[in-house]
Nanobody, 123 residues
């Protein structure tokens, strides 16, 4: 199984980025997918999740209204659109494939992880 994130980079506060995560080696359409992030010196935290059909997006409260998770099962890809970025959004962002079809918020509920893509938001 491989999960490969892309789309990270340096952006000014208020800007936007779109992260992508391409999956292979698993039945993508049977898996809920999620995004997590880890800021320097902090623990990894849940950001967003979406169920296997692309419904029921769920977000951590700090990104609601600014971030949007979506997926394309035909392309085995999950996305994270990030708008109105803030310096506190600076982190390494990881996508992950869950153990089942529904939405999950805890890291232990995800069995496969990507290597991460770095997002830096300057003030």
């Amino acid at each position: 199984v491989q999960l490969v994130e892309s789309g990270g980079g340096l952006v000014q506060a208020g800007g936007s980025l779109r992260l992508s995560c391409a999956a292979s080696g698993l039945t993508f359409s049977n898996k809920a997918m999620g995004w997590f992030r880890q800021a320097p010196g902090k623990e990894r935290e849940f950001v967003a999740t979406i169920d296997s059909r692309g419904a029921r997006p769920l977000y951590v409260s700090s990104v609601k209204g600014g971030f949007s998770i979506s997926r394309d099962n035909a392309k085995n890809t999950v996305y994270l659109q990030m708008n109105s970025l803030k310096p506190e959004d600076t982190a390494v962002y990881y996508c992950a494939a869950a153990v089942g079809r529904y939405y999950y918020q805890r890291a232990y509920e995800y069995e496969y992880w990507g290597q991460g893509t770095e997002v830096t938001v300057s003030s």
